[in-house]
């Protein structure tokens, strides 16, 4: 199979919504806010790239680092035993 990463995502996205994952956009986030940082491309609505128009390749950087750090702390707010193992 070609393309198995984008399968396994898509695949793995439809349980997220079933299952009410909130742990896997998570890591969803996480590993596309990687992938930018490694390429120097955002996909978005159309391509953004670190080349062309870096001012706005930066602010989709934070822009996409704050939906990260406030989907932990949502995910922590409403599960706040998944911290126990902290102490």
């Given amino acids: 199979m070609k393309k198995w990463k984008t399968f396994i995502a898509l695949t793995l996205m439809f349980f997220a919504i079933i299952f009410n994952w909130n742990w896997f956009w998570i890591i969803f986030?996480?590993?596309g806010l990687i992938?930018?940082?490694k390429t120097?491309?955002?996909?978005?609505v159309e391509e953004v790239s670190k080349k062309e128009t870096?001012?706005?390749y930066w602010i989709?950087?934070?822009i996409w680092s704050?939906?990260?750090?406030?989907?932990?702390?949502?995910?922590?707010?409403?599960n706040p035993d998944a911290?126990?193992?902290?102490t």
């Fill in 29 to 31: 986030l996480l590993l």
């Fill in 35 to 37: 992938n930018i940082l």
């Fill in 40 to 44: 120097g491309t955002i996909h978005f």
């Fill in 54 to 56: 870096p001012k706005l």
């Fill in 60 to 62: 989709m950087i934070v």
């Fill in 66 to 78: 704050l939906l990260i750090f406030y989907s932990i702390y949502d995910y922590i707010m409403d």
């Fill in 83 to 86: 911290l126990e193992f902290l």
